[in-house]
């Protein structure tokens, strides 16, 4: 799905996204309003949180 709202866009996140991610996520400045500075994240890490496949109900 893609949203687009003047020169905004917002689109689902894709597997290819994995390592841009992960450089956000090991931004100090980004941690202390996300999950804790003393949060560390792995590229494994973010591909469980973020790209887990949940089964079909």
Same mark, same amino acid.
């Given at each position: 799905?893609?949203l687009?709202?003047g020169q905004?866009?917002?689109r ?33 890490? %973010? ?5 887990q %496949?949940?089964p079909? %109900?």
């Amino acid at each position: 799905m893609v949203l687009t709202n003047g020169q905004i866009t917002l689109r689902n996140l894709e597997r290819k996204d994995g390592e841009v991610l992960l450089r956000c996520l090991q931004d100090e400045r980004v941690l202390e309003l996300y999950e804790g500075r003393d949060t560390n994240f792995t590229i494994e890490r %973010i591909r469980e949180k973020f790209f887990q %496949i949940e089964p079909d %109900i």
